[in-house]
């Protein structure tokens, strides 16, 4: 029985003990001593714990709710979504016998805590193993401050191997370059408003602040086009890929009236999508292959539109458009996912596979193929360091029907599947 195996029946196992310590069921020394020792061998353990302490479903309830789904198919979904067999053959101390887990209402208070917590475990385990373990040949890194700035005469400049300081002026504005961000800084010496491109491909990130003090953190494969300065009553950018903003507050020439921040949505199905905002921090995805384009909202108020469609977003909400859907909302958006690249972190939340290499795509630089049927039914969450090699990322999500092959030279990476 491998490793991911023994988690499976461990969590449950702890499960059950979760559930009738909270229930104010008797449990034997022996279970007493291995509970115990489970919740004091970590933080996280302890806060599990906790959790479960706290249900506040009175047992009668959970009991009821136990008599109305098939226990043996909950299990079996359970270990068929880890891709492991949970009628596995064992050899016990009493000879082989064959493992057929039936959750009692205990584990089915405690299920989604316990494969939490084995999706902790086994993030937290590969990880570790990676950073300690040999490099893998030919492994990949993840994306680093790589950009170009495309000047309104047509040159370029790459970002990553310019040098801290002055890079050119544009417009009588001054392009100055450090540590991974751009910066417009007025000179004085006002001119012709030029436009400027900022463009990250597959594995690079960068940072920008325009004329107006607003800051805009640039994911890969993303580009933003912006003017040198922004004289009208209008302040209009246009984006294509993803992007988080920190919009600045500006007032109009009378002093009084703000004017208005207008990002255009540049993409395959974004043509026409604007997003307009006076002053607030919020989140584009606009990437050509994703199903939808998306707006979250931290602070402010943002208008999303496209077409004759609109939707009013306050903090924490969401507006998602899409061919076949429009305009959907989200009243209660997984923020910390939604911007955790852009404090360092690749976040999945509920993601499937084709969608997690998506992701790697765009992160690492690579292709992506598969091999065999496509995963379906798989999902994860968690988050992983930005900062983490490939194999480090791809060792998160391995189960015994999933793997995947690195090619680093060939930039390729190989989905191979063995489910149904």
Same mark, same amino acid.
């Given at each position: ?12 196992y ?9 229930d ?5 020394e ?12 970590? &933080? ?12 506040p479903?009175?047992a ?12 043996? /198919?909950?299990?079996s979904?359970?270990f ?14 009493h ?20 494969? #939490? ?11 570790s193993?990676?950073?300690v373990?040999? @490099?893998?040949?030919?492994d ?5 401050n ?15 191997s ?21 910066s ?5 010496? &006002? ?19 325009? &004329? ?13 086009r912006? &003017? ?11 984006l294509?890929?993803e ?5 600045a507050?500006a007032?109009?020439k ?19 999508a604007?997003?307009?905002v ?12 994703e199903? #939808? ?20 977003l306050?903090?924490? /909400? ?35 596979? @084709? ?7 765009r ?7 598969? /091999?065999?049927?496509?995963?379906d ?8 360091p ?23 030279a ?8 063995h489910?149904?």
């Amino acid at each position: 029985m491998d490793m991911h195996q023994e988690e499976a029946e461990f969590a449950l196992y702890i499960g059950n003990l979760l559930f009738k310590s909270a229930d104010n069921q008797p449990l034997t020394e022996k279970e007493m001593q291995d509970l115990e020792l489970w919740r004091n061998s970590s &933080p996280l353990h302890q806060e599990i714990f906790q959790d479960a302490k706290d249900y506040p479903a009175p047992a009668e309830e959970l009991r009821l709710l136990n008599r109305q789904y098939d226990p043996d /198919q909950a299990v079996s979904d359970l270990f068929h979504t880890l891709g492991l067999d949970h009628t596995a053959d064992r050899v016990t101390g009493h000879g082989k016998r064959r493992l057929v887990y039936r959750l009692t209402a205990a584990a089915a208070i405690v299920l989604l805590i316990a494969s #939490a917590w084995m999706f902790t475990q086994r993030r937290g385990r590969a990880l570790s193993e990676a950073t300690v373990s040999d @490099p893998v040949r030919n492994d990949v890194a993840p994306a680093g401050n790589r950009a170009i700035l495309t000047l309104s005469d047509g040159s370029r400049i790459e970002l990553d191997s310019a040098k801290n300081g002055a890079l050119t002026r544009q417009g009588g504005v001054n392009v100055m370059n450090k540590n991974g961000e751009v910066s417009y800084q007025d000179a004085g010496s &006002p001119a012709a408003v030029v436009y400027n491109t900022m463009s990250t491909l597959r594995g690079g990130k960068y940072q920008l602040t325009l &004329p107006d003090g607003t800051r805009i953190w640039l994911n890969a494969e993303s580009s933003v086009r912006f &003017p040198s300065a922004f004289t009208g009553q209008r302040r209009e950018i246009e984006l294509s890929g993803e992007a988080y903003f920190e919009v600045a507050q500006a007032v109009g020439k009378d002093g009084h009236d703000r004017v208005p921040f207008i990002v255009k949505i540049n993409s395959s199905k974004g043509n026409g999508a604007e997003v307009q905002v006076l002053g607030t921090h919020f989140n584009i995805m606009a990437y050509n292959n994703e199903h #939808a384009l998306e707006t979250t909202l931290l602070e402010g108020s943002v208008l999303f539109n496209k077409g004759t469609e609109n939707i009013l977003l306050k903090p924490g /909400q969401q507006g998602r458009w899409s061919e076949d859907e429009h305009m959907k909302f989200d009243g209660n958006a997984d923020i910390e996912s939604i911007v955790a690249w852009k404090n360092g972190l690749q976040a999945f939340h509920e993601a499937d596979i @084709p969608s997690i290499m998506r992701h790697v795509e765009r992160w690492y630089d690579v292709k992506v193929d598969y /091999q065999g049927a496509q995963p379906d039914g798989l999902t994860f969450s968690g988050e992983v360091p930005g900062d983490v090699n490939l194999s480090q990322l791809l060792k998160v999500f391995e189960t015994s029907a999933l793997h995947f092959q690195i090619d680093g030279a060939g930039h390729k990476v190989t989905v191979v599947y063995h489910g149904k």
